[in-house]
């Protein structure tokens, strides 16, 4: 699949992903969507924070911040709520959870995810 067939798909699973986390209880606080080049260098670049090979600089990843009854979601209970998310995104296909990076939903590509 091409990547932008890849970027559309993430795009419209991510909706879903959304849907399921209010249907679960859980307001969401979108963290990094798209890391820019030129903030965070290229493909295969070190420059700022992240992974030199992010699948966020190619639109295919998202970080997603919990909350529940207005609290922010953190340590076992943000671990519960991600896996309880990351179950439905391996449902809808979406990238493996990469450890030790509990928020992150993403779509592999070429070995990036």
């Known amino acids: 699949m091409s990547l932008g067939k890849k970027q559309e ?16 209880g859980y307001e969401v606080r979108l963290g990094d969507i798209f890391r820019d ?26 970080d997603l911040n919990l909350t529940k009854d207005g609290v922010y979601l953190q340590g076992e209970a943000a671990h519960r709520a991600h896996t309880e998310l990351h179950k439905f995104w391996d ?7 990469i450890p030790n990076d509990l928020n992150h939903y993403s779509f592999e590509h070429g070995g990036i995810r």
């Open 9 to 24: 798909r993430f795009s419209r699973l991510l909706c879903d992903l959304l849907n399921f986390a209010h249907q679960a």
């Open 37 to 62: 080049p030129r903030v965070h260098g290229g493909l295969g670049e070190k420059k700022g924070y992240g992974h030199r090979n992010s699948a966020h600089k190619l639109k295919l990843a998202a």
């Open 91 to 97: 449902f809808v296909g979406g990238a493996e959870r």
